[in-house]
């Protein structure tokens, strides 16, 4: 018997912007093909561009990028869509797309692909006595030649969706928040932390894909953001720190390739 089913799969082609649901996606060795594999580069300090400080880049949530047709396992990366906050779009193959993202974020900066051997962010933490630092910005490392926080996948569930909604009634809760990859909705639907018991486990998703989960997913400012009709909200983050260790999710790395599916059942060994 499956532990439970993917309800819904997310893929951020440009690091920090908001992202495209799909219904199905393969994964290769580092995650769903063409998650991250772009960013914006600030040109003044060659750091990745990223809403984890907001007080440089508050409007990343308000650009959206999507791939302008289906990435294919082997062949190249299609490029990408950006919707701009005026409504406005451009294709990362402008020539003028430098440019005119600069101008829409009000500092310059560079598209870059993934690959770069030491990449790193700048994070913000907010004044919060649960985190580790507060009122300071610190630089992050990246896995080398990738454009990931920590690991290629990101899995939720609605279980851990449900227990912070319980936790904190006035938040609003959605996965959009979170960013995850894989939202997974688990067989009995408890309502708790359940992500937090697989962490060593290897996880099946259909007939093809099996991800070993590493280790629980620390939660940043980004969680707290407007976006959309979602409204800023500190204590969306206050709650996560509070209830378990500021963890919302856990973060995995792919052990064999293959197609998800929304729908595809999903086993824990």
């Not at 920090?16 to 290769?28: K, T, W």
């Not at 569930?157 to 959605?174: A, D, H, K, Q, V």
């Not at 260790?245 to 293959?258: I, K, L, P, S, W």
């Amino acid at each position: 018997m499956a532990d439970g089913a993917v309800v819904s799969l997310w893929r951020y082609p440009l690091k920090s912007m908001q992202g495209e649901e799909l219904n199905a996606s393969p994964l290769n060795d580092r995650g769903l093909l063409g998650d991250r594999a772009l960013a914006l580069v600030d040109v003044e300090t060659g750091k990745v561009v990223s809403a984890k400080n907001p007080r440089k880049w508050p409007a990343m949530f308000d650009f959206r990028g999507a791939f302008t047709a289906p990435p294919e396992p082997g062949g190249p990366l299609p490029a990408v869509v950006v919707t701009l906050p005026d409504g406005s779009v451009i294709s990362s193959a402008d020539a003028d797309f430098d440019e005119t993202v600069s101008a829409a974020l009000g500092r310059r900066v560079v598209l870059a692909s993934a690959g770069a051997p030491r990449p790193s962010l700048e994070e913000y933490w907010p004044d919060m006595a649960e985190l580790a630092h507060q009122e300071t910005v610190t630089d992050e490392a990246m896995p080398p030649g990738t454009f990931f926080d920590l690991a290629g996948v990101h899995i939720l569930t609605t279980s851990t969706i449900n227990r912070l909604r319980e936790l904190y009634p006035r938040g609003r809760f959605e996965v959009r928040r979170f960013r995850p990859n894989i939202v997974v909705r688990v067989t009995d639907d408890a309502v708790e932390f359940v992500e937090n018991k697989w962490v060593g486990q290897q996880m099946r998703i259909g007939d093809e894909v099996v991800l070993e989960v590493t280790d629980y997913c620390p939660r940043c400012v980004m969680t707290t953001l407007p976006q959309g009709d979602l409204p800023k909200d500190s204590e969306i983050l206050r709650t996560a720190a509070r209830h378990n260790d500021v963890n919302v999710g856990v973060y995995a790395e792919v052990r064999r390739t293959g197609a998800v599916r929304r729908g595809d059942p999903v086993t824990l060994a």
